[in-house]
């Protein structure tokens, strides 16, 4: 099913996300998880594309899994380091397979890499032209920004270039992990006064180790509100209480989204099954009703 169709009517959903392996021989393991976590009855799962294209075969493998578990798979496709025949060539394989979703994306900046002057895709928005042309009945997702990315010089260029990627064809957005829900309703009002009015489905990341959050806070560009400061200052040294710890503080910001009216999560499971039931254990009454 189309996530377009799964968002619709404002109903309660939950996806995870997954990433798939860098060998081959590591492949049944990644499709062991995915088995696993799809017995959590996730609206949607997401599968992650290597860089540089590296394990877009391992893409197509992960998000087939999905699909054979009864799930709607949503497949990442990066541009910057892709050529155009390379893009073709994978969401060719991606039609054949019956996957009809795709997050598009420009993909994170290789360390060393230079943007040359013939380059064909440079921008998020150009790889969703290239999509839609190719076949305009595929659904196509792209990320957004609560804080602004990174590189953007101010929210305002940052929402300038998100409506041109809605614009293009985008039916959906995604955030990168937030972990202060105020940062989230002020960037959805904001696009919504910009006139960015496809469903925006908010990322969360439990927190399960202190050692992910620097690495997490550089990919999102977000800000760690001192509660959460707090909750590492006395659980980081216990890797026991810091997951326990983490995942209820990812729990309670997606039962605020919720009862701020925002029901639409995805959460970044980084292939634990067991953080996805505990959480999906937090919210079995209110993601039911």
Known sequence: MKISEILKNNRV????????PKQWDKLENTKNTVKEMCKYNPSFMSVTYGAAGTTSGF?????NEIKN?????????????????????????????????????RGDIPQGFEFKDKQYFKN???????IKAMNPNLCVGAACYPETHPESKNRVEDIARLKEKVECGVE???TQMFFDNEKFFNFYEMCQIKGINVPIIAGIMPITNANQIKRSIELSN??????????????GDDPDK????????????????????????????????????????GLSSIINE
């Open 13 to 20: 959903t939950v996806s995870f996300e997954v990433f798939p």
């Open 59 to 63: 893409t197509t493998e992960i998000a």
């Open 69 to 105: 578990c009864g799930v709607s798979p949503l497949s990442h496709l990066t541009c910057l380091t892709s050529t155009r025949d390379k893009i073709h060539q994978v969401v060719g394989e991606l039609e054949d397979n019956g996957i009809e979703n795709i997050l598009a994306l």
């Open 124 to 130: 998020a928005y150009q790889l969703v032209n290239e």
């Open 172 to 174: 959906f957005l995604t």
């Open 222 to 235: 977000s800000s760690v509100p001192p509660k959460f400061f707090r909750i590492m200052e006395r659980f």
């Open 242 to 281: 810091m997951k326990q710890a983490g995942i209820i503080y990812a729990t309670e910001q997606i039962i605020d989204l919720m009862a701020n009216g925002f029901n639409n999560i995805h959460i970044y499971t980084m292939n634990k099954p067991d953080v996805a039931k505990a959480i999906m254990g």
